[in-house]
């Protein structure tokens, strides 16, 4: 089976804080450490355990600049055969659907039969996967958790849905998945992995070597953009215990006991 | 103009939930004169119950009957709405399991813009709809711009419109039946069937008391912290949802919108950052206790009591301080 994972670098918030320059223009990035989206990570780990059952092979993609070939390197060094940029200057300020129309570009220089994403990346937006998938006239499911592969080019696949309920539906190749976190357990990337695919090549394709047409993608026909990052107001927000650790546990003992937390 | 607006409405075996009104509002915020039309897809009695249900909310109801609708399955729903629906208007959706399923396929299918997960609409300049949204699971708010020209469609984060006071179209709503706009559906993805979630070890949703721990727990070894909390507050641990997808603890543990529902009198969230997915979860308004390294973490914003620590430190001390109340007051 041929798979593609559509993959990004984000800011990891498990490492940062997240802070906004002066004008709320964009995050201060300068200290950032970026890492590929967690729930990416998964639909890697998954497209190499299907491959690792019925044969194949794992592309990882990812839409951005050469910053980003470092997570494509991560993910090579976990098992993906082959990491591909898309990058360009005309790419730059597109909209989630600039971004599926990009993905769906390079889906159709190649022959995939079934491709993945993460269920959303930092931004929350969970848009790309659905958006691609209508473009390509494939089937779509969002939060999977499990994927089995049944005979006859279908898979059978369960998603995630309120109050922990699986809802069990069967789907035809080649198609688009979310992929949830959870879903498997993502083996360990040691340096030594990483420097061991340090060498291969990523190729990177622009705009014309994609055959779109620049002002499809970008900033200019992009109808959602983001004007500006704001830390909401606090509105009422947690009464802070400033004391030392003693004075605080004290103090919140008294709290939880008038709430009838402790007896 | 502001174009037309359609709710899309969740039900299940008849029942609408909150979100239906919440459109209504979300609706009204977009436009104030606006009267949203919903639109309600399924099959049988349990269709015609959710429609009825509508009238005090809606003045004018689409409903789409088809035995293959019974079942929410939104690769049909979305060709079915594809054919209703007419073009350059605005979709609203709950931003859910479902919606999330089928919300950006349809902005495809429709040629308009889509936003998700909206928090707040603050309303039409133009051909622009000025939302704002969330980023890193809620530490980071943006104003976003739409361009609603060709429609758009929006999903929009349950709770976050409060529907209006009063029932300004009671018993006068038009149902509309726009069965026969569809024809045949069909679809390479086909629903087999609902899992129900193992009942698990522990109900944590009877528990008065909640040592509840997140991504901040670190390590598999440290569940044991929060085990001895519980324990010394006769209460029970849960998490979120990184510490069930860490396999630190079981499923049945997890406390959110695709976990389960709580209602505590007092949740002491350890080390949790508090996404809108896990406060879902926490109903009956309970004191609610954070603990966190990150004086960021959203979780901050909804708690009653705040602490910035280290919870590996904090918890140690804050048990060995109730065993020794308890045990001054049995001697």
């Known amino acids: 089976m041929e798979i593609l994972v559509c993959a990004k670098r984000v800011p990891d918030t498990s490492e940062n804080e997240i802070q906004l320059n002066t004008t709320g223009s964009d995050l201060e990035r300068e200290e950032l450490v970026y890492s ?49 940029l898309l990058s360009d200057d005309a790419f730059l300020g597109s909209d989630g659907r600039g971004v599926a129309t990009i993905l769906k570009a390079y889906v159709q220089k190649g022959h995939y039969d079934l491709i993945l994403t993460g269920v959303q990346a930092e931004a929350g937006a969970a848009e790309v996967g659905g958006m691609l998938a209508a473009m390509l006239e494939y089937p779509f499911a969002s939060l999977v958790n499990s994927i089995e592969i049944l005979e006859g080019r279908k898979l059978k696949i ?29 083996r360990y990337v040691g340096m030594r992995g990483i420097r061991a695919v340090a060498s291969v090549p990523v190729p990177s394709y622009g705009a014309s070597d994609l055959g779109l047409d620049a002002n499809v993608v970008g900033a ?28 605080n546990i004290e103090k919140l003992l008294a709290l939880v006991t008038a709430k009838g937390g402790l007896s | 103009m502001i174009p037309a607006i359609f709710a899309y409405i969740a039900h299940r075996a008849g029942l609408v939930d909150d979100s239906a009104a919440e459109l209504v509002a979300a609706a009204r915020q977009i436009d104030v004169a606006a009267s949203p039309v919903a639109i309600v897809i399924g099959s049988g009695t349990e269709l015609d119950v959710a429609c009825e249900s509508l009238r005090d909310s809606y003045s ?29 208007g605005i979709v609203l959706v709950p931003h859910a399991h479902f919606g999330m399923d089928l919300s950006p396929g349809l902005s495809i ?31 980071v708010s943006t104003h976003v711009n739409c361009d609603i020209s060709s429609g758009a469609v929006i999903t929009v984060r349950p709770g976050a419109c409060k529907p209006p006071e009063g029932s300004p179209v009671k018993g006068a709503a038009l149902v509309v039946d726009k069965s ?21 070890d522990v109900d944590i949703s009877q528990y008065a008391v909640l040592v509840s721990i997140g991504r901040g727990i670190q390590e598999k070894d440290n569940v044991a912290i929060a085990q001895e909390l519980a324990e010394a507050l006769g209460g029970a641990v849960s998490c979120s949802r990184p510490v069930v997808d860490a396999k630190w603890l079981e499923k049945c543990r997890q406390v959110g919108s695709s976990g389960k529902t709580v209602k505590p009198k007092v949740y002491l969230a350890c080390g949790i950052s508090g996404s809108s997915q896990h406060l879902a979860g926490i109903k009956g308004n ?46």
């Open chain 1, 36 to 84: 590929i989206n967690e729930p990416d990570n998964y639909a890697v780990e998954e497209a190499l355990q299907i491959v690792g059952q019925v044969g194949g092979s794992v592309t990882v993609v990812t839409v951005g600049s050469e910053d980003d070939e470092e997570i494509l390197r991560r993910e090579m060094a976990m098992g993906a055969n082959q990491g591909v």
């Open chain 1, 158 to 186: 369960s998603r995630e849905i309120e109050g922990g309920n699986r809802e069990i539906n069967e789907i035809d190749l080649p198609c688009v998945l979310s992929i949830q976190t959870g879903i498997n357990e993502p």
């Open chain 1, 220 to 247: 200019a026909p992009a109808k959602v953009k983001r004007v500006d990052y704001f830390v909401p107001a606090r509105g009422k927000g947690a009464e802070i215990l400033g004391g030392s650790r003693e004075e």
């Open chain 2, 60 to 88: 004018e109801i689409w409903k789409v009957a088809q035995p293959v609708l019974a079942h929410p399955n939104a690769e049909l729903i979305r060709q079915a709405l594809v054919k209703v629906l007419p073009r350059g």
């Open chain 2, 109 to 139: 299918k429709l040629n308009a813009a889509f936003v998700s997960d909206v928090v707040r609409i603050e309303g039409v300049e133009g051909s622009l709809l000025k939302v704002v949204r969330q980023e890193f699971g809620g530490q």
């Open chain 2, 180 to 200: 026969a706009d569809v024809g045949a559906l069909n679809t390479s993805r086909r629903y087999l069937q609902t899992v129900v979630a193992e009942a698990g």
């Open chain 2, 286 to 331: 309970p004191f609610i206790v954070a603990i966190n390294k990150n004086p960021q973490a959203p979780i901050f914003q909804v708690a009653d009591v705040g602490i910035v620590d280290d919870l590996l430190e904090f918890l140690p001390e804050l048990t060995k301080k109730i065993r020794e109340l308890q045990s001054v007051s049995a001697k």
